[in-house]
């Protein structure tokens, strides 16, 4: 029987981190009441993970040995699963019971092209709730970071969202040709909404529960993200309109 | 209550429903041979008549509130009306005349305020609400209409005082029930400023008019609120102003914010460019333009001081 | 695909409209992106819609797509298209009677002006849409200073010069090529704002300077007249009679006339909010304009 949903989690190092995000992401696709699987991307990870250590038959491992970029992980693995939707989750994301079946039903089940969903820190300030652009040098940025905020509606639109947790249509991604591979870490994401926003679909952030994103504790993030901002920058400065 | 009993003593059973009065409302009601009925305190006013409307012997029920009363000639205009009507009708619309703070209100708004009050016994039924209408359960065609003038009027006590009038609008507003869905808090300030046209009839109840209509137009602000509340301050507000749009005062020499910008910019490149008589100079300049900016002028003066 | 083609960037009332149009039909569920000269987006407004390289889509036009325009200026290059062309009428003037007289373009009209001359000139039937105001004008509760004046020198800046020179003890704040976000704050502290721009179709910035609360001086506006009550929520003056009607409300027994045309003229503007337009819109899109839902 096909899968609903393919959870594509590309993780490195962090293994007690990831094993409480899977355990996250079941409880909520109980939810679901829809078979799910899951595709963890082991990103050259120092010591690698045990295959036998995840529990569940539906959790399968890809393994690189050298590092790649997140989107080529990203999309090697979406090339492994046969879900009719793939959720893009980071390792450091734990979902709320409720989180997954109201992506689906404000999200993916009513023709949105790409939803994302309100993000805390773990001491209740919002992580993410959908990405804005400013002018100039500003370019994309998270709406309302770091503030306490509680979300007023269920669905804002947006011309992009985070890649932290983030569903697609499978078919809707393979389409617009997946993220980028050129990114080296960071903003493929970004990238990859625009694409989508461009063929007319539309890119949502949801309130689903309250579900926390640590953020950035793989350590070497920083550094590559800013190679990807410029690029980004240089490819679509003046292409994107303007809202934050 | 007296001049409520002393008018319908010529009717031929009166039964007065008794909320839990500590006063001498059941007192005066024996007096006047009233049987006296219990109550439970409730919140909504209008449905708890549903339940005391079967306990009268005869066909026909007229419902008052204890603050209203009615003409001498009641009593004549209503058996003259249930002779001619008795047959093709089973409730009258009456019109009411309100007395707020002192004066009876003319206003289109206020009058004619028709009330179904008098009826045929099981052919009315009220709601789950405050001051709303009852419905005539034979049908709108079988409700008789009391055109003004000349004809039966309830005598309406509303309100002793423009307080009293905004006491009782916010615990009816507290009281009420507010639904799970449709709330704008947009469309609440929309109601608001229509009601306050609604209600504003200066020509006919002058001063008064206005502060009542004012007092009803925020009531719908405040009830936005409170739905607000109720429903979790889940939803957004919209930014709707409610409150009247105005100016400050107007001084010409007001600092508007382009100015405290321009003032910032320039004393961050005051502190690049070396030279303070320079300063000094465009200081005195600015000081002259904006009187009243003296006590920022003479911090930045002390800074320069500091620093040349 | 609905295409909307815009002819730039630069700051012009039109485009504004256009990408609202998009943004609003995006929410609604319709699959719709700007389609500009390269690609570029406009900068100076708040938008989320997404934009597309004009060149690029007309090579890849399909049938099925629908392609709409507000410039009359477009119609020559875009009417080669196969597909649903649509007008979006921000105006009416003599240069749009060829659009009319092609029965196969469907139009929308933005004001009830527009409608009427639609009607009157050809044999289409409109399908009104509205227009919306952008929530950031609305009067939010910050201190309105009385003596702050704000005007947009660009049109009709003789007329503000005059009134400079006989009110010199005012503030003048020019309103030129500026972001809307800042134009909205302007308005927003502003307590009168100066509609000198002459022959303006619709006025968009006067009916958003009511929406900021201010006191609106306009020379007469064709399309505008909808919304535009002289004496009630503004003032409407021929140019020779500008600076008197300016004076006139300035004096000291006018102050209740200027409270009063205040709550006026944001009581219009609520008329013309986002959440309306999307209402109105939501209804065509289950009547007249059913078929675009079933853009792919």
Not at chain 1, 4 to 32: N, P, Q, T
Not at chain 1, 124 to 138: A, K, L, T
Not at chain 2, 69 to 80: C, F, P
Not at chain 3, 163 to 168: M, N, S
Request: glycine residues 6%; hydrophobic residues 40%.
């Amino acid at each position: 029987m096909k899968n609903l949903l393919c959870a594509v989690i590309v993780s490195r190092g962090l293994d007690e981190m990831l094993r409480f995000c899977l355990k996250s992401f079941f409880e909520s696709s109980v939810h679901l009441s829809e078979p799910v699987e899951v595709i963890v991307a082991d990103n050259a990870s120092p010591r690698p993970y045990n295959a036998s250590s995840f529990a569940d038959r539906r959790i399968r491992l890809l393994r690189f040995d050298g590092h790649k970029a997140f989107a080529t992980a990203c999309n090697k693995a979406v090339q492994e699963s046969t879900s009719e939707y793939v959720l893009f989750l980071n390792n450091d994301v734990l979902l709320d019971q409720s989180s997954l079946l109201l992506m689906m039903q404000h999200g993916c089940n009513a023709g949105i092209g790409v939803t994302g969903s309100w993000l805390y820190f773990p001491d209740g300030r919002v992580q993410h709730r959908g990405v804005v652009f400013g002018r100039d040098d500003i370019g994309p940025y998270h709406l309302d970071r770091g503030r306490f905020l509680e979300p007023f509606c269920f669905v804002e639109d947006f011309q992009a969202v985070t890649g932290a947790c983030m569903m697609v249509r499978r078919e809707l991604f393979e389409q617009v040709g997946g993220f980028d591979e050129s990114y080296a870490f960071g903003l493929e994401d970004i990238d990859f909404c625009l694409r989508v926003r461009q063929r007319g679909h539309r890119v949502v952030c949801v309130n689903a529960g309250r579900p926390i994103h640590f953020e950035a504790l793989t350590p070497g993030r920083i550094e590559l993200d800013v190679t990807s901002r410029q690029q980004f920058l240089e490819r679509w400065r003046g292409k994107y309109t303007i809202d934050g | 209550m007296s001049r409520l009993m002393e008018s319908v003593r010529w009717a031929e059973e009166c039964i007065v429903v008794d909320m839990d009065s500590h006063d001498r409302t059941c007192e005066i009601a024996r007096q006047y041979g009233a049987t006296v009925l219990q109550a439970p305190v409730v919140q909504r006013i209008d449905g708890i008549r549903n339940d005391f409307l079967g306990c009268g012997r005869h066909e026909w029920i007229l419902v008052l509130d204890a603050d209203e009363y009615l003409a001498e000639d009641a009593e004549q205009i209503i058996h003259e009306l249930l002779e001619q009507y008795k047959r093709s009708c089973d409730a009258f619309f009456i019109p009411r005349y309100n007395m707020i703070a002192g004066q009876i209100m003319r206003g289109s708004n206020w009058y004619p305020d028709q009330q179904i009050r008098l009826f045929r016994k099981g052919c009315v039924q009220w709601s789950d609400t405050t001051h709303k209408l009852p419905e005539v359960l034979t049908g709108q065609e079988r409700l008789h209409t009391l055109e003004p003038p000349g004809c039966l009027h309830i005598h309406h006590e509303n309100y002793n005082s423009v307080e009293q009038f905004i006491e009782r609008q916010i615990q009816y507003a507290l009281k009420d029930n507010y639904p799970a869905n449709g709330f704008s808090f947009e469309d609440c300030v929309a109601k608001a400023y229509e009601e306050f046209n609604f209600r504003l009839d200066e020509k006919n109840d002058g001063e008064l008019s206005f502060a009542l209509a004012t007092v009803m137009a925020w009531d719908k602000v405040i009830r936005g609120l409170i739905h607000w509340e109720r429903l979790g301050r889940k939803e957004s507000l919209s930014r709707a102003y409610s409150l009247p749009v105005t100016t400050i005062a107007g001084y010409p020499n007001y600092l508007l914010p382009e100015d405290v910008e321009e003032l910032r910019n320039r004393i961050r490149r005051l502190e690049t460019i070396p030279g303070v008589k320079k300063a000094e100079r465009w200081l005195n300049a600015f000081g002259r333009r904006f009187p009243r900016t003296k006590n920022q002028l003479k911090r930045i003066r002390q800074y320069l001081k500091r620093t040349a | 695909m609905l295409y909307y083609f815009v002819p730039d960037t630069t700051i012009f009332g039109g485009i504004k409209v256009a990408y609202q149009f998009v943004d609003a039909l995006n929410a609604l569920g319709i699959m719709a992106v700007i389609a500009s000269p390269g690609g570029r987006t406009a900068d100076w407004f708040f938008s989320h819609a997404a934009v597309v390289d004009a060149e690029v889509v007309r090579d890849s036009f399909r049938p099925e797509d629908t392609a709409v325009f507000s410039l009359p200026h477009d119609y020559a290059a875009l009417r080669k298209l196969p597909g649903q062309l649509v007008f979006h009428c921000q105006g009416t003037d003599p240069l749009i009677d060829p659009i009319l007289a092609n029965s196969s373009v469907q139009v929308l009209t933005c004001w009830r002006q527009a409608t009427e001359y639609v009607q009157t000139h050809s044999v289409i039937n409109p399908i009104e849409v509205g227009i919306s105001i952008t929530s950031s004008f609305f009067y939010a509760g910050v201190p309105k200073f009385e003596n702050a004046v704000a005007y947009m020198p660009r049109r009709g800046g003789y007329l503000c010069d005059e009134v400079k020179r006989a009110y010199a003890s005012k503030r003048y704040i020019a309103i030129d090529n500026i972001c809307e976000a800042e134009v909205a704050r302007i308005m927003q502290y502003s307590s009168i704002y100066l509609a000198t721009a002459e022959h303006e179709w619709f006025g968009l910035p006067a009916l958003e300077a009511m929406a900021a609360g201010c006191l609106v001086v306009s020379l007469p506006v064709l399309g505008g007249m909808e919304y535009l009550d002289d004496g009630v929520n503004c003032r409407i003056v021929k140019s020779q009679d500008f600076v008197g009607a300016v004076g006139e409300l300035l004096q000291e027994q006018c102050a209740g006339l200027r409270f009063r045309m205040r709550q006026a003229a944001v009581a219009t503007a609520r008329r013309y909010t986002t959440g309306r337009m999307m209402q109105r819109l939501a209804l065509l899109l289950d009547g007249p304009l059913s078929s675009w839902r079933k853009i792919v």
